[in-house]
């Protein structure tokens, strides 16, 4: 393990361009549940039928509760050594973007700006009539609330179950990935498209592929290297000095 850290730390060095794409496993160590692990449930509800369009049409006030209590949670987390490691990571020599799926903002609040939160971000809200988009750090925000540009129900700004994701979003993610010569998948279990194509988008390029997670996932026979264990064990050690 420590050979292939010191050869990863050389290619970090080395690099022009990096892109990390992250995963719910990033933010595990901060207590903040994964999707396909234990705790994706809510008082009995399976996550996976809360964040979809059908159930904000069928029951707003209880998709807002829900998207309420995770903001309570979310709010009272600290981002852990694999997301500060990242934002040193970005300070380093060569260009740096994150792409993420995790809509918790710890990112940002580890210290990182290049981020592209491809699902969106739980602290901005959207209106479901005019579009508008803004920030909302209150956690509790209510089961009922409305644009103040129109009146109409406003929702998570997160991207469920279901939904495309944002086409520039989308874009951008495709062509740094595809311009990148080394790239990091942190966290992540690789199922859901798109992302989990951004890696074979950096490999057809040539670049060299890092996976970082403590279980084997779909991705592992197609990467350059695959560094068995904790996020906020192993990032750090990439960017010590
Ligand atoms: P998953 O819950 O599918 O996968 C989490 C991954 O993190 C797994 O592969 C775990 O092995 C790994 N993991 C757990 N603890 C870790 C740690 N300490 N360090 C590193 N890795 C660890 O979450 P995602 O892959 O993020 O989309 O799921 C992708 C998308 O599926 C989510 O963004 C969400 C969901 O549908 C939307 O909500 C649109
Ligand atoms: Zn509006």
Known sequence: MQADIDAVRERLRDA???VVLTGAGVSAESGIPTFRGEGGLWRNHRVTDLATPEAFARNPALVWEFYNWRRMVISKVDCNPAHRALAAMEKGPADFALITQNIDGLHFRAGSRNV??????????????CGDVHLEQEPDFGTAPACRKCGAPLRPHVVWFGEGLDPRLLDTAYRLSASCDLMFV????AVVQPAASFPFAAKSAGAFVVEINPERTPLAGAVDLALAGKAGEIVPQLVRP
């Open 186 to 189: 942190i966290g992540t279990s």
């Open 116 to 129: 592209l939160e491809i699902h969106g971000n739980i602290w901005k809200v959207r209106c479901t009539y």
């Open 16 to 18: 022009k361009r990096v």
